[in-house]
């Protein structure tokens, strides 16, 4: 069965940086389109990067240019470069695979999510 696990999580000051990785296995949608949500205490799971089947990254507002979502098919992970990460990028993140090209709708499949915490 399909299998995402999240990884790179922890606690940071203000400014700095992290990498989340998602380790898949199962899952043969390497051309479908793969990303990352957030979900902070007392609110919404929201989108944070996906990557689409054709490559192409998008972001929330939120995080554009300080995030950046890459995949590494060879090695079957999906990756998210954090930088000058803030207070409110708080959140529980996980890593969710579609089963489209084009990141329509919701996620088919989820990771059980890594914690990060943003010290000001």
């Known amino acids: 069965q399909v299998q995402l696990v999240e990884s790179g999580g922890g606690s940071v000051q203000a400014g700095g940086s992290l990498r989340l990785s998602c380790a898949v296995s199962?899952?043969?949608?390497?051309?479908?389109?793969m990303g990352w949500f957030r979900q902070a205490p007392g609110k919404a799971r929201e989108r944070a990067a996906l990557i689409d089947g054709y490559g192409r990254p998008s972001y929330s507002d939120s995080v554009k240019g300080r995030f950046t979502v890459s995949k590494d098919n060879a090695k079957n992970t999906l990756y998210l470069q954090m930088n000058s990460l803030k207070p409110e990028d708080s959140a529980m993140y996980y890593c969710?695979?579609?089963?489209?090209?084009?990141?329509?709708?919701?996620?088919?499949?989820w990771g059980p999510g890594t914690q990060v915490a943003v010290s000001s």
């Open positions: 199962g899952y043969s949608g390497s051309s479908y389109c």
């Open positions: 969710a695979a579609f089963l489209n090209r084009d990141c329509a709708a919701w996620p088919s499949y």
